[in-house]
């Protein structure tokens, strides 16, 4: 599975000079505390480590810069123990370039009612030392994330957790990249774009390359590489009665555990962790990529079909957010509009990953009836049920717009004997009507990526760090609150 780096997070406090030597040990001293509770916790996906009370501009800066600098630091936490007036903070959060969590917390639980006296009161400032530094973040328009509660409790926790999350995702931006196998496809709009203005916001990488650069991979992949891997797809999935006459079913999925290694070979050769394939390019192969696809999805690869860079790329993101659990690239697909049960179904030609299954994958030959190309083989599994969001990332000239959709999904009970492909069934919040309507006002695509693991939240807070547009469908929708919401973001995001 594909990997990210072992980042952490810095925990600074703040304060400031005129309390005298002796709270400044202990407010440091406490920040330990806390610092080693976080990590202790076994909740946090990446260490915390503490690095200093700060109580001048200079250090404040300087650690702004420190932070910039540093490879291994993913984002910065920053609690006011006592009073830092927070002026002295204005070069450094204006410096900083990593995502910023303002925790406010406060090293006590409870009030000591017993012992509580002045001194307590000079060390423990935080209720209102986090509103002096909270006021400075809203007057310079920082795009950062505010946590409230105390530091052992375990919703708190989750929600740092969280958050870590989606800093990695935004600090692993710059290693977001995407091979274009082919260009997109021919006449679509939304699956178009700026592919600069994607690596100005975002980081992300997105070069082309010719389907013939990925042919002449295929022609070098090992039959004992090629025998190796044919094996592990008999392990773990259901294949069909026919391979055993060693005829064109076989072959078949032979050929899709060729392009799986070429592809793999060829995109780690590049640093590339997301790709696209179009079935109008396939000049020299011999099927669609299918199987292949869905494979290296479930190794954390970002994917998304004909040329579709950018929900690769998201699809990618949400990967690194979600540690490659439960998401997929997806598309509507169809509709069952019966009242009272109106669901949307999801699928692609090909290409669900199987990181959302709910049944054991079995792998399927079966004509695809476009591109005019081979059999291909596929993945066909149902999807899981539970909650979980589906989401676009449109383009309006020169601007984004990130559009959520909250949905329950339902495992399908009814068997579709004659669909060879894998399947998500879904109710969208609050309804498939208003809902659909929603989505479509807002621009969104018919490519989404689907997570059953990333929140709404964390993706609410990915467009606050990288400050772009974001709507979200769910259960609260007022249509038409929605649709002014929209022609105020004209104004907001322009
Ligand atoms: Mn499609």
Same mark, same amino acid.
């Given at each position: 599975?594909?990997?990210?780096?072992?980042?952490?997070?810095?925990?600074?406090?703040?304060?400031?000079?005129?309390?005298?030597?002796?709270?400044?040990?202990?407010?440091?001293?406490?920040?330990?505390?806390?610092?080693?509770?976080?990590?202790?916790?076994?909740?946090?996906?990446?260490?915390?480590?503490?690095?200093?009370?700060?109580?001048?501009?200079?250090?404040?800066?300087?650690?702004?810069?420190?932070?910039?600098?540093?490879?291994?630091?993913?984002?910065?936490?920053?609690?006011?123990?006592?009073?830092?007036?927070?002026?002295?903070?204005?070069?450094?959060?204006?410096?900083?370039?990593?995502?910023?969590? +303002?925790?406010?917390?406060?090293?006590?639980?409870?009030?000591?009612?017993?012992?509580?006296?002045?001194?307590?009161?000079?060390?423990?400032?935080?209720?209102?030392?986090?509103?002096?530094?909270?006021?400075?973040?809203?007057?310079?328009?920082?795009?950062?994330?505010?946590?409230?509660?105390?530091?052992?409790?375990?919703?708190?926790?989750?929600?740092?957790?969280?958050?870590?999350?989606?800093?990695?995702?935004?600090?692993?931006?710059?290693?977001?990249?995407?091979?274009?196998?082919?260009?997109?496809?021919?006449?679509?709009?939304?699956?178009?774009?700026?592919?600069?203005?994607?690596?100005?916001?975002?980081?992300?990488?997105?070069?082309y390359y010719g389907i013939g650069d990925l042919v002449e991979e295929i022609n070098q992949v090992s039959d004992e590489a090629l025998n190796a891997l044919y094996k592990e797809y008999e392990t773990m999935y259901d294949l069909p009665e026919a391979v055993k006459e060693?005829?064109?079913?076989?072959?078949?999925?032979?050929?899709?555990?060729?392009?799986?290694?070429?592809?793999?070979?060829?995109?780690?050769?590049?640093?590339?962790?997301?790709?696209?394939?179009?079935?109008?390019?396939?000049?020299?192969?011999?099927?669609?990529?299918?199987?292949?696809?869905?494979?290296?999805?479930?190794?954390?690869?970002?994917?998304?079909?004909?040329?579709?860079?950018?929900?690769?790329?998201?699809?990618?993101?949400?990967?690194?957010?979600?540690?490659?659990?439960?998401?997929?690239?997806?598309?509507?697909?169809?509709?069952?509009?019966?009242?009272?049960?109106?669901?949307?179904?999801?699928?692609h030609m090909l290409e669900i990953c199987p990181t959302v299954s709910a049944t054991k994958p079995k792998i399927v030959v079966n004509p695809l009836g476009i591109g005019g190309k081979e059999d291909p083989a596929r993945l066909v599994f149902d999807g899981q049920g539970g909650d979980a969001i589906n989401a676009?990332?449109?383009?309006?000239?020169?601007?984004?717009?990130?559009?959520?959709?909250?949905?329950?999904?339902?495992?399908?009970?009814?068997?579709?004997? +004659?669909?060879?492909?894998?399947?998500?069934?879904?109710?969208?919040?609050?309804?498939?009507?208003?809902?659909?309507?929603?989505?479509?006002?807002?621009?969104?695509?018919?490519?989404?990526?689907?997570?059953?693991?990333?929140?709404?939240?964390?993706?609410?807070?990915?467009?606050?760090?990288?400050?772009?547009?974001?709507?979200?469908?769910?259960?609260?929708?007022?249509?038409?609150?929605?649709?002014?919401?929209?022609?105020?973001?004209?104004?907001?995001?322009?």
């Open positions: 599975m594909l990997k990210t780096k072992p980042y952490t997070f810095w925990f600074v406090t703040g304060s400031q000079p005129l309390y005298g030597e002796e709270t400044l040990i202990e407010v440091a001293d406490n920040s330990k505390v806390v610092v080693d509770g976080l990590n202790a916790s076994g909740i946090l996906p990446f260490k915390v480590e503490f690095k200093e009370v700060v109580t001048t501009a200079d250090s404040i800066h300087q650690l702004a810069l420190d932070a910039n600098n540093s490879k291994e630091c993913a984002g910065v936490i920053t609690w006011m123990h006592t009073f830092s007036p927070a002026k002295s903070w204005i070069a450094g959060l204006k410096a900083l370039q990593t995502p910023l969590l +303002h925790f406010h917390t406060q090293y006590n639980r409870d009030i000591p009612w017993g012992s509580i006296d002045m001194d307590f009161m000079n060390t423990n400032q935080a209720a209102h030392g986090d509103r002096e530094y909270g006021f400075i973040g809203t007057r310079l328009g920082l795009g950062r994330k505010v946590i409230v509660g105390h530091w052992k409790n375990e919703d708190i926790l989750k929600q740092i957790a969280a958050w870590m999350n989606v800093a990695i995702g935004v600090k692993e931006g710059t290693n977001i990249r995407v091979a274009r196998f082919g260009d997109n496809m021919r006449n679509v709009a939304v699956t178009d774009g700026d592919k600069i203005e994607a690596q100005i916001k975002f980081g992300w990488t997105v070069d060693k005829g064109d079913v076989y072959e078949s999925i032979r050929y899709q555990a060729k392009v799986e290694l070429a592809l793999k070979s060829f995109l780690s050769k590049g640093n590339y962790n997301a790709f696209t394939t179009n079935f109008e390019d396939l000049h020299g192969m011999k099927q669609l990529p299918g199987l292949a696809c869905q494979r290296l999805m479930a190794e954390g690869y970002g994917f998304a079909g004909e040329g579709d860079w950018r929900t690769a790329a998201l699809v990618r993101l949400m990967k690194i957010m979600s540690d490659n659990k439960a998401t997929t690239f997806m598309e509507d697909y169809t509709y069952h509009l019966e009242p009272g049960n109106e669901m949307i179904l999801g699928s676009s990332l449109i383009e309006l000239g020169g601007r984004y717009r990130l559009v959520i959709s909250e949905i329950k999904a339902e495992q399908p009970k009814i068997e579709t004997p +004659h669909l060879p492909v894998a399947k998500v069934l879904w109710k969208p919040e609050p309804n498939l009507s208003e809902a659909t309507a929603a989505w479509i006002y807002a621009g969104g695509a018919h490519h989404t990526a689907l997570s059953f693991t990333v929140t709404t939240e964390q993706l609410v807070d990915f467009a606050e760090m990288t400050d772009i547009e974001v709507v979200v469908i769910g259960k609260d929708l007022n249509l038409r609150q929605f649709r002014n919401e929209l022609k105020w973001n004209e104004a907001i995001f322009r």
